[in-house]
Each structure stands twice: as structure tokens, then as C-alpha cells.
């Protein structure tokens, strides 16, 4: 990633989610959703690739453990309604496989059902979006190389400038 970002001079919470994609999203709003940032649909599923490391909270893929009906792998969403019902909103995984690893299982994870979202699982409702997770999904050299590019591109995006920005001297602090 370039360095030398100027930071905000201030964050709101509240500015957050709107720039987000929800995780019940289908194909036409992420695409949407991305287009509008100045990325592809082919940016879109390769950063959905990201989704192979971190944590979510079970409120964000609920509507997707039995008793709802669900394309989610079944073995999976048991044991995530198990995790689930511990009280609260714990977290979770989003790649069982390879949790604190940056490859390409997701894709085989979206291939299998063994997705969290509806968002993930939706990139194989469209035979151009499926087609993308199958080519990542074979080749991690190549999933990778695309990843960094279309990160480097998104980096990109309301780049803050002096005039709107500043350099911090604590990253937690406006100046």
C-alpha cells in the first residue's frame, strides 16, 4: 500500500456502515455498491476474499441457522447455532479451514456452503461472480496478485489530502 495517508480530522462511527456492504446482500448490490467506490465486479469478489481471516458476530449471519431455511452447508450451520447460543452476540470465524491464514480457502468455502453470509454465498447466484470464486479458488498465486492490486485500488478511494486531513502524531488521537 502507497504510505504517507493523511488521517481524517475526525471519525464518526455513524459513517461507517453506510459504506459497508451488509453481509445480506445479493450480487446486484454489492455490485452497485463497489461500482459506486470505483471497483469492479472483479475487485468485488477478490476482495470478498478478505473474509478469509476475522471474526464476525453471530447477529450478522443469524438468518441463516436453522430453524430458517439456508444454502449453508448444514454441518457448518450446526455448529454455529451450537457457538451461537452461548448468550449475547459471541463471534465467530469466518473460515473455519484457515482461520489466521490470507488464502484462497474462502473460495473453496463458498464453493462448499461454508459461508457465513448471505453475501458470500450469493457470489454463486451469477455465472460471472461463481466464475471468479472457481478461478480464485484454483490458483493463489494468481488470487493473491489480484488481491494486492485491487487493495492498492481501493487504498485509492477519498484519498484525504492536507487540505481535509492530517498527519497524526497518535493514530487513536486527532492532532
Partial sequence: MPAGR???NMSLAS???????????NVSVLEDMF???????????TLSG????GISHCSSFLDRLPPNPSSMDPTLAASLQGQCSRGGDPT????????DDLDNQYYDNVQKRKVLFKSDAA???SET???LVDNHAKDLREWLKQFKAAM???GSIEVKTEANGQIRKHCRFVN
Fill in 35 to 45: 461500482r459506486v467506490k470505483g471497483l469492479s465486479l472483479e475487485d468485488m469478489v
Fill in 92 to 99: 465467530v470465524v469466518q473460515d473455519p479451514e484457515t482461520p
Fill in 50 to 53: 478478505a473474509h478469509t481471516v
Fill in 15 to 25: 459513517e461507517t456502515l453506510p459504506n459497508l456492504p451488509p453481509p445480506f446482500a
Fill in 129 to 131: 461472480t461463481s466464475r
Fill in 6 to 8: 493523511y488521517d481524517g
Fill in 123 to 125: 457470489l454463486m447466484s
Fill in 152 to 154: 492498492v485500488k481501493m
